[in-house]
């Protein structure tokens, strides 16, 4: 489960912008986790709980914004959603390995005091 990893990255990186910015504790942390990411959510959210204990975020709560897969149709011209895991313009059917967003694993945000 990779998603232990990915989230202990996250929170040593808010850990690190905490003590940096004089903060002691850490409230609240915000992901934007893409479709295409390969992260599966909840275990993101199990992974949080385990890797926040006897943290300064012990207790913090855990936001995760969803960012769609969007990918781009050089035949059409146009940007479209595909449905996932095939990744074909819904338009002309035409497979697309133009991949504009989706891919993301981002710490957007920490609230800390």
Do not use: K, W
Not at 12 to 39: C, K, Q, Y
């Amino acid at each position: 489960m990779h998603e232990v990893g990915v989230m202990q990255q996250a929170l040593d990186i808010a850990v690190e912008n905490a003590r940096r910015s004089g903060g002691e504790r850490i409230h609240r942390m915000t992901l934007r986790i893409g479709d295409l990411s390969g992260v599966v959510p909840e275990a993101l959210s199990f992974a949080f709980d385990v890797v926040t204990q006897d943290t300064p975020a012990e207790g913090a709560e855990l936001i995760l914004e969803r960012v769609p897969a969007l990918c781009y149709c050089s035949t059409c011209q146009r940007t479209f959603e595909p449905a996932i895991p095939i990744l074909d313009c819904p338009t002309c059917s035409c497979p697309s390995g133009d991949i504009r967003q989706g891919r993301e694993i981002d710490l957007t945000s920490v609230e800390i005091s």
